[in-house]
């Protein structure tokens, strides 16, 4: 099973400039998800999309956050004025429901990092 | 959520099996145990689930009790490779069901 690819690896960006954050599942999965992580905390839930629709979002993910499938592959996550407290490691996710595969499978992440 | 009580931190020889408790007094019926890892600098990765009976795969073996009140993630020959946090998580239902992370536990292995 492929990996999910997440780029860019780093960001750096100005507080109130708006990131988005990129990341290539499997176009045939139906569940993809978004966690962050902050240095040295724990990963953090952000959103679920289902079916091209949000279907659960945390406290965190305030008006701020929007999440995007636009093309049918590629899943994106944007911050539209970010914050100092934005910076952290931000994880996409899909699920595989089953078979040999079964489970979660996170990207490797991109830190972000706001200034 | 329901919850999980894990170690903060374990040490284990390079070579020899390790035991990676976790309580979870107060899971339901319908939960699944799951353990995903997280190496140094990567997201997290899936080891292994159960629901009822113990588990073997390529990764790791997962032995649940009677009871289902615990369960203990057993790597049966720690390689340096394996040192990550472990996290031990409790979920309903797939697919459209978050994983709730703890704090896990830090496992270190000593070459």
């Known amino acids: 099973e492929p990996e999910v690819t997440q780029t860019p690896s780093h960001q750096v960006t100005q507080m109130g400039q708006e990131v988005i954050l990129r990341c290539v599942p499997i176009?045939?999965?139906?569940?993809f998800y978004w966690y962050r992580q902050i240095l040295g905390q724990k990963v953090e839930f952000l959103v679920s999309?289902?079916?091209?629709?949000?279907?659960?979002k945390s406290e965190i993910f305030d008006d701020q956050f929007s999440v995007e499938r636009p093309d049918g592959s590629n899943f994106t996550l944007k911050i539209r004025s970010t914050k100092l407290e934005d910076s952290a490691m931000y994880f996409c996710?899909?699920?595989?429901?089953?078979?040999?595969?079964?489970?979660?499978?996170f990207g490797s992440g991109t830190r972000l990092t706001v200034v | 959520d329901a919850k999980t009580t894990q170690p903060n931190s374990m040490e284990s020889n390079e070579e020899e099996p390790v035991h990676l408790p976790c309580n979870h007094s107060?899971?339901?019926?319908?939960?699944?145990i799951h353990w995903y890892r997280q190496l140094p600098s990567q997201g997290p990765e899936y080891v292994i689930h159960?629901?009822?009976s113990n588990v073997n795969n390529r990764m790791a073996s997962l032995a649940i009790a009677e009871d289902r009140k615990s369960s203990t993630l057993i790597l049966h020959r720690a390689t340096l490779r394996d040192a990550a946090v472990y996290y031990c998580?409790?979920?309903?239902?797939?697919?459209?069901?978050?994983?709730?992370f703890g704090t896990g536990t830090r496992l270190t292995i000593i070459p």
């Open positions: 176009s045939n999965h139906l569940y």
């Open positions: 999309f289902y079916n091209n629709e949000i279907s659960e």
């Open positions: 159960g629901l009822t």
């Open positions: 996710a899909k699920a595989i429901l089953q078979g040999k595969d079964y489970g979660y499978t």
């Open positions: 107060t899971i339901s019926g319908t939960d699944y």
């Open positions: 998580i409790l979920s309903a239902v797939f697919g459209n069901e978050k994983l709730t």
